[in-house]
T-cell receptor
Framework: KAGVTQTPRYLIKTRGQQVTLSCSPISGHRSVSWYQQTPGQGLQFLFEYFSETQRNKGNFPGRFSGRQFSNSRSEMNVSTLELGDSALYLC????????????FGPGTRLTVT | DAKTTQPPSMDCAEGRAANLPCNHS???????VYWYRQIHSQGPQYIIH???NNETNEMASLIITEDRKSSTLILPHATLRDTAVYYCIVRAYNNNDMRFGAGTRLTVKP
């Protein structure tokens, strides 16, 4: 079974631009969560989508948004990029099965200049 | 905020058991203990989880104290490939909002 895939793997943007990142979960998984990882703040939860609805949300400004499609693929968008948005953005999927463990993708490395 | 406390770093000799402690003194009755590891900026990898009983799988064992306020992840025969940051996370069973702490950086040495 294929794992979680994220595209693109690397991205360079300038301040003020917006960016869209994509995540394809493991086949059959309906939950997709997004995390931001920076050296200073570590791994921080952004939000979770389940069946096209946002189910949980972390403490990030409204510039960070997401959505999920009917095939469970998810996108996250960051508008008006700031230098501090430079980070590794990780996507994780999970099923509604017995163990609820999350499977992470390789991440998208975003650099804002 | 993370609900767990872990030592920032540990060393282990190759072939020996690695015992990684985690304190979670405020854990609630419906919360599980999950362990993940992250190898050099790859996505975190699920290792094991448990509620109150000890658990074992092909990767590791998880020992949870009777009062559930702490746990230990055991890698029985550490290899160089086990060098990683190990995260202990407490979360409710159906809540995918995982709060990661700083984790423990385990270095396995030859």
């Amino acid at each position: 079974k294929a794992g979680v895939t994220q595209t693109p793997r690397y991205l360079i943007k300038t301040r003020g631009q917006q960016v869209t990142l994509s995540c394809s979960p493991i086949s059959g998984h309906r939950s997709v969560s997004w995390y931001q990882q920076t050296p200073g703040q570590g791994l921080q939860f952004l939000f979770e989508y389940f069946s096209e609805t946002q189910r949980n949300k972390g403490n990030f400004p409204g510039r960070f948004s997401g959505r999920q499609f009917s095939n469970s693929r998810s996108e996250m968008n960051v508008s008006t990029l700031e230098l501090g948005d430079s980070a590794l953005y990780l996507c994780a999927s999970s099923s509604q099965g017995a163990t609820y463990e999350q499977y992470f993708g390789p991440g998208t490395r975003l650099t804002v200049t | 905020d993370a609900k767990t406390t872990q030592p920032p770093s540990m060393d282990c000799a190759e072939g020996r058991a690695a015992n990684l402690p985690c304190n979670h003194s405020t854990i609630s009755g419906n919360e599980y203990v999950y362990w993940y590891r992250q190898i050099h900026s790859q996505g975190p990898q699920y290792i094991i989880h448990g509620l109150k009983n000890n658990e074992t799988n092909e990767m590791a064992s998880l020992i949870i104290t009777e009062d559930r306020k702490s746990s230990t992840l055991i890698l029985p025969h550490a290899t160089l490939r086990d060098t990683a940051v190990y995260y202990c996370i407490v979360r409710a069973y159906n809540n995918n909002d995982m709060r990661f702490g700083a984790g423990t950086r385990l270095t396995v040495k030859p």
